[in-house]
């Protein structure tokens, strides 16, 4: 069983949005954190948002600020990422990312678990 299954990318116009998701394999109260982060070819993962699971408290990188919204389900233990007025420059492999409760979701270095990344492209 895939830990974390992400889904939703794919193409879309500037201007445009996607929502991509990341079905959790265990009740995501298992995790502190969750994330996720954004690698373009030849550049550094960086976060795009994160949220705690316990009390849903959302922090934004700045490019995804007021464009971006993460959201999680415990139900279906599933987190979201909806992408509005996106930008060529949101182009990149999006992975879904949770840290256990000795970690953190600040950067790549505090994540427990990952996703196998899924592909967003922006055409301008």
């Known amino acids: 069983q895939v830990p974390l299954l992400e889904s939703g990318g794919g193409s879309v116009q500037a201007g445009g949005s996607l929502r991509l998701s990341c079905k959790v394999s265990?009740?995501?109260?298992?995790?502190?954190?969750m994330a996720w982060f954004r690698q373009a070819p030849g550049q550094e993962r960086e976060r795009v948002a994160s949220i705690y699971i316990e009390n849903g408290n959302t922090y934004y990188g700045d490019s995804a600020e007021g464009r971006f919204t993460i959201t999680r389900d415990k139900s279906q233990n599933a987190l979201f990422l909806q992408m509005d007025k996106a930008k060529p420059k949101d182009s990149g492999i999006y992975y879904c990312a949770a840290a256990d409760w000795d970690g953190n979701c600040w950067g790549p270095e505090g994540i427990t678990i990952w996703g196998q990344g899924t592909q967003v492209t922006v055409s301008s």
């Open positions: 265990v009740y995501l109260e298992k995790h502190l954190c």
